[in-house]
């Protein structure tokens, strides 16, 4: 059983800064990439940032230089810094992780229930 919960969502002004977190737990043997998708009303979900294993980072065209994942793998976190926020990055944002179990052989795609972020003066 493996859980993922992001935190550290809510209301900002347009310019402001988040960071979110999420956490993975359980009988986790080893952790692949790591992801932060979004997903805004109405619209697709889309890809904002991955970090591999090995800390190889890849973004959205259209937050690249102002977030940055990065991930802390001996506590199964990944985070997302998020800087000069505007209105468009208004959505839930959903963790995604690669996991081995210990009970497992296979790699398995989890995902966390979501954060919201809203950016609005």
């Known amino acids: 059983q493996v859980q993922l919960v992001e935190s550290g969502g809510g209301l900002v002004q347009p310019g402001g800064s988040l960071r979110l977190s999420c956490a993975a737990s359980g009988s986790i043997s080893n952790i692949n990439t790591m992801y932060w998708y979004r997903q805004a009303l109405r619209k697709q979900r889309e890809l904002v940032a991955s970090?591999?294993?090995?800390?190889?980072?890849n973004y959205a065209d259209s937050v690249k230089g102002r977030f940055t994942i990065s991930r802390d793998n001996a506590k199964n976190t990944v985070h997302l810094q998020m800087n000069s926020l505007k209105s468009e990055d208004t959505a839930a944002y959903l963790c995604k992780a690669e996991i081995l179990l210990d009970t497992r052989k296979q790699f398995q795609t989890h995902w966390g229930q979501g954060t919201q972020v809203t950016v609005s003066s």
């Open positions: 970090i591999t294993s090995n800390f190889i980072t």
